[in-house]
């Protein structure tokens, strides 16, 4: 665990409640020490303690809320970082065992194997086939655009052909040609200095043999080298996780734990190598002079596969790491906000249960000063206004700090919503992002396999002289090297299926589907189709994207011979997008009960996380969250299914050229949705609204009379102080078989025993009593001292005669003896009733007499 006292100065919130609270120590210092040189002799030591023993907890628990605020966003994003380029980089191992299979690149080794060169005739062909291959790099690239150089070496290094023409290297002596030569995996990957780019320090490299054939025991002919746009890359997924004005930095490391790349290299350059922090929430660490707060996340891996043991690392300089720049808890209902503050893991207990400590120190505080007050009315000598002032300012101390603490707490309990509705929209950003980028990937894999030499030449044939054995072969060892597919189907000009990968009654039927047509209309190899996402009999009836390309002819007029349909296994594939986008509890874990959606902009449901919402089911939401630009989002706390969840929303914004540049549009919205809170089907009572009360004020020397007021069922009363001797909390009451209603029971004060009744019953309210929040007044009847439960005791004005009006024959209930009119004759305000202790007594003692 950290001691997060030593960070107190870098959090603002926390660093000016201290300040109030240090001042506010000041005045119950002078308030101590004044209370025992007031002639009622009150002692404030007890309080003054009670309080700063609470706002040591209170402190402790706004330190710790802040930082754990602030560091489990930097864990999220620094996890992110790595898992979005791990699973970028799963692809690549994919694509370069595909790549090197290629009967392009197969063919031109061969033909450079079998030719001497020795003619003018055989030297031009050897152009043109390397200036044709180098345009084949090209397709590919311009396709699969996340890499920048296509290189073709033979067994000894000898360079065949490449994309590039910037780099004039003939040979090459990098160990990953003797890796990939003899790999028995199916990709050989490298991150490091390569002679093949003499002028690029480190490159990212996915190298694999090229056979002459898939036999296993072909021989090999060379190796495919296949470089990476690393620095491009994570720049991209940088600007994605990094706000403009946000302090922090991310970087990536190696296992060494040195930076390979930064999303600011001036700030954080590459190279420097930093301690990483895996273990614990966070670490304080100091670079080149200066105090940062870090934090570094491996990769969770994807389908297996985790890379070259790189991770995700953010910093932040200590002065700005507890910056709060979320503000969205503004928008949250009250009653939503209350309820997560009730009843929500969010909040820890210890911090709950502050409100409630400050609030039973300020009951017993203002029943001490009430008391003091009724002290002071019944001593018969001296002048007491320096006491009564006393216990004026120790009530406002009280009060103050109490508002201290509850206002610290408040804006706690919405920065750590806010954060959570900020935290949720990140994640839904993350869900788009991931499906962005995957589906990025099925763009590219339908247009390049329809580039196919094999598929364009037998498509360009007969239907009777096609071999339909050989095209499914193929089609079957694509779909078997890219399992997120369902069906590869591949189909002439008119519609109909030639060969399937999976499924062959679809074989000989023709396809009506608007995909098709669109298809079949394409002339261009850059461009593509992709369906609605609906029900197709592709994909047994279940929604679906089935994205498509046109199959043009080899020969000079490039005319559109077929198309290929990959009918994309959305149901297993979304729902695993959105699993790895919702957030990790404390084990790492999904936060029990999250859950997440695709949506279109009509409420209509693509995917979901679990089975608990279907494809094609309508989501009921408020339209906000389908509504945001590309590349925005929204958040919101809601009631959902009997449930309060944070939701966040995020608009798919396109990923490199993919429905940015590339012509194709389909807006897509994810939701994440975290539990919070259980709605309140019945609400915790709201307490009672209290009124403010103008009382008269006494002038010069005019006669006054000293009243004590208390609050029975939210309604402000009063009586003479003279008529009261204290007030007591915490009291059990001992109940008395067969009494009255009224009469509560018994208490013992001072070595005799007292019946307590209640007014609140008096006055046809409630009669429980609840020792940890009700009042017991002693007062003194003529025919004894008697017990008044009510909620709480207030003030204890002083009311000038004149103010007072006799409320006898005005039809009142007896126990009301007179009431206070206010100076300003306003008569919209309710008046002070005053009550008669000796007609509550008469009550009591009858009740009592009889009950005996």
């Not at 020795?118 to 050897?126: I, M, N, T, V, Y």
């Not at 780019?197 to 296949?226: E, H, I, N, R, W």
């Not at 005019?702 to 204290?726: H, P, Q, W």
Request: hydrophobic letters at 40%; proline letters at 3%.
């Amino acid at each position: 665990m950290h001691d997060h006292t030593q960070l107190v100065r870098h959090i603002e919130g926390v660093r000016t409640y201290r300040e109030h609270l240090s001042k506010l120590s000041e005045r119950w210092d002078l308030l101590t020490l004044l209370g025992h040189m007031s002639n009622i002799g009150m002692d404030m030591s007890a309080t003054k303690e009670a309080f700063w023993n609470l706002t040591d907890e209170l402190m402790r628990q706004l330190i710790e809320e802040s930082v754990r605020k602030n560091v489990a966003s930097f864990s999220s994003i620094a996890k992110v970082a790595v898992d979005i380029l791990i699973r970028n980089l799963f692809e690549r191992t994919t694509d370069i065992g595909f790549l090197a299979t290629d009967d392009e690149i197969r063919a031109y080794i061969a033909f450079l194997k079998n030719e001497r060169f020795e003619s003018d005739a055989k030297r031009e062909e050897r152009r043109i086939r390397k200036e044709l291959l180098t345009l084949r790099f090209k397709d590919y690239v311009s396709k699969y655009s996340v890499y920048d150089d296509i290189v073709l070496l033979d067994t000894q290094g000898a360079v065949l052909a490449r994309l590039s023409s910037e780099y004039t290297i003939n040979n090459s002596k990098d160990p990953i040609i003797t890796e990939a030569l003899h790999t028995g995996a199916e990709y050989v990957e490298a991150y490091r200095y390569s002679d093949l780019f003499p002028q690029t320090p480190k490159s990212l490299l996915y190298a694999y043999k090229v056979k002459a054939s898939s036999d296993d025991d072909a021989p090999v002919l060379g190796v495919l080298c296949l470089r990476f746009r690393f620095e491009d890359e994570m720049r991209g997924i940088f600007e994605n996780l990094k706000k403009s004005g946000d302090a922090f930095e991310i970087t990536l490391l190696d296992e060494q734990g040195c930076v390979i790349a930064s999303s600011d290299p001036y700030h954080i350059p590459v190279g420097v190598c930093v301690s990483m922090e895996l273990q614990r929430s966070f670490a304080l660490m100091r670079l080149h002079g200066r105090e940062y707060v870090v934090k570094t996340c491996a990769t969770g891996g994807y389908q297996g596969y985790y890379g070259p043991g790189w991770f995700g690392h953010v910093m932040a300089p200590v002065e700005y790491a507890f910056e709060s720049q979320s503000t969205q808890a503004l928008t949250v209902e009250p009653q939503i906000l209350r309820a997560l503050t009730l009843s929500s893991t969010l909040f820890p207990k210890a911090l709950a249960t502050i409100p409630k400590q400050a609030e039973k120190i300020q009951h017993e505080l203002n029943t001490t000063v009430w008391n003091g007050n009724v002290k002071i009315a019944n001593t018969k000598s001296g002048d007491n206004t320096f006491s009564k002032s006393l216990l004026h300012e120790i009530s406002l101390t009280g009060s103050a700090t109490k508002e201290i603490f509850e206002s610290s707490i408040a804006e706690l309990n919405a920065t750590v919503v806010g954060s959570l509705l900020e935290n949720v929209r990140f994640q839904a950003a993350l869900a788009i992002d991931i499906m962005d980028r995957n589906l990025y990937e099925r763009a590219n894999d339908c247009r390049w396999w329809a580039l196919t030499t094999y598929f364009r030449s037998q498509l360009a044939l007969e239907p009777q002289a096609r071999d339909v054995e050989a095209i499914s072969a193929i089609l079957s060892h694509i779909n078997a090297l890219y399992t997120v597919y369902a069906n590869l189907v591949l189909f002439d000009a008119s519609g109909t299926v030639v060969a399937c990968s999976n499924d062959e009654r679809w074989v000989s039927q023709t396809l009506q589907a608007p995909w098709v047509r669109q298809t079949l209309s394409i002339t261009q190899p850059q461009r593509y189709s992709v369906s609605d996402f609906a029900k197709t009999p592709l994909y047994e009836g279940r929604h679906t994207y089935i994205y498509c390309a046109p199959v043009l002819s080899l020969d000079a007029q490039k005319s559109t011979v077929g198309g290929i349909a990959i009918v994309f296994d959305a149901e297993p594939q979304f729902s695993a997008m959105l699993r790895d986008a919702l957030p990790a509890g404390s084990e790492g874990k999904s936060v029990e009960g999250s859950f997440g959606l695709f949506c279109d902009r009509s409420r209509n449901v693509i995917a979901c996380s679990d089975a608990r919402v279907r494809s094609g089911d309508v989501i009921a939401l408020d339209e906000r969250f389908f509504t945001p630009q590309s590349g925005s989002g929204h958040s919101a706390a809601v009631a959902y299914e009997g449930q309060y969840y944070v939701v966040g929303s995020a608009s798919c914004h396109g990923y490199r050229e993919y429905k940015t540049s590339d012509g194709y549009r389909n807006d897509v919205i994810a939701l994440i949705f975290i539990p919070v809170a259980k709605v309140l089907t019945h609400e915790a009572p709201i307490a009672a609204i209290q009124r403010e009360y103008a009382y008269p004020r006494a002038q010069n020397d005019e006669e006054a009379v000293d009243i004590s007021t208390f609050y029975i069922n939210g309604k402000l009363y009063g009586m003479n102080s003279r008529d009261i001797v204290c007030s007591l909390t915490n009291q059990e009451i001992t109940k008395i078989l067969g009494s009255s209603d009224i009469y509560l029971g018994i208490v013992s004060f001072e070595g005799r025993t007292l019946p307590v009744v209640s007014l609140r019953k008096l006055i046809n309210g409630s009669e429980g009593y609840d020792p940890a929040s009700d009042t017991i007044i002693v007062a003194q009847s003529t025919r004894g001292r008697l017990g008044l439960v009510v909620d709480r005791v207030f003030d204890s004005p002083s009311i000038p005669k004149r103010s007072i009006e006799s409320s006898a024959g005005m039809g009142l209930k007896l126990i009301t003896t007179a009431i206070v009119k206010p100076d300003n004759g306003d008569t919209r305000k309710e008046l002070l009733s005053l009550l008669d202790v000796e007609a509550i007594a008469d009550r009591v003692f009858k009740v009592h007499e009889k009950s005996a």
